[in-house]
C-alpha cells in the first residue's frame, strides 16, 4: 500500500489527475476506470478533463457507474447525473464510453466488466463510517458479495442516508420518493480492480483513514479489506493524515 501525503486539497486534486493520466495514456485496446462521485475529486474532475477533453488518443477509455439509485418521478440515476455534471460533461466524454449501473445489467454487471478486461483503476473516497461505493455496514453477506441491490431498510444508517440526499439533492421531504432499493458494486466486484486509489482530505477523515488501513480488517468497517489489496494507493492532505504519520 502507497500513502501519498500532500499538503492541501488542491495538490490531492492534481495527484489524482496525474494518476489518472497514468492509467490512460495506454496502448491497451480498451481502459475501464470507475470513478466516485463524492465531493473531495471535483477539483481533481476539472483539472483531468481539462487534459482530456477533445483528445482522440484518450478513446480507449470507458467509464463505469459504481452505485446507482432512482428517486421516484426521477428516472436519470443520481450518480449517473452527479458525474455528468461533475466531470463527463466536461470533459465530452461519449455516451457509448459511460457504462450505466442499472436494473437490466445488475445480475450481470461483473461479468460483463470481467469479459472486457476488468476495471484497470477505481477512485473511491472513504466513509467515516468505513463504507465504500455502496456498501455500507451491515449491508452485504460477506467478503464475497459481487454486484448487489441494498435495500432501504437494510440498516436504519440506509434509510437515513436516503433522506438526506433527498433533501440535498431535490430539496423535496416528500419520502414517498425513497427507492426501495439501491445497486452497488460489492467487495468482491472492488477487490477485483487491478488498482484502487482512494482519496481523503480534511481532519475529519483522519480517524476513518486510521482504521481503515491500520485498524483490523472488519465488516463493521468494509473499506478496511482494502488491507488485503496488492495495489492501493492511498492520497491524503496533511489534515486527512493527521493520525497515521507515525504509523508509516
Partial sequence: MRFIITKDHE????VMAQLMLKHMHSDKER?????????????????LAEQTK???????V??????????K????????ASLDYKYFDLADVEESHIHNLDESNADTFDEDIQQVGGLDLIIMGVGS???????????????????????????PLVEELLLQLLKEDLHSDDTARIPNHYISMGPKTVMAGKSIVFLMSGEQKAEAVKRAFFG???????????QLHPDVTVVLDEAAAGRIKELL
Fill in 73 to 80: 418521478d426521477d428516472p436519470k440515476g443520481i450518480c449517473r
Fill in 129 to 155: 463510517n468505513g463504507h465504500f461505493c455502496g456498501n455500507q455496514p451491515g449491508t452485504f453477506d460477506n467478503w464475497n458479495t459481487g454486484t448487489h441491490r441494498i435495500d432501504r431498510h437494510a440498516t
Fill in 216 to 226: 483490523p480488517i472488519s465488516e463493521d468497517f468494509p473499506v478496511s479489506i482494502f
Fill in 62 to 71: 470507458h467509464y463505469y457507474i459504481f452505485d446507482e439509485f432512482w428517486y
Fill in 11 to 14: 495538490e490531492v486534486s492534481n
Fill in 54 to 60: 477533445g483528445k482522440a488518443y484518450f478513446n480507449n
Fill in 31 to 47: 481502459v475501464n476506470i470507475s470513478i466516485t462521485t463524492g465531493k473531495t475529486p471535483v477539483r481533481g474532475y476539472q483539472i
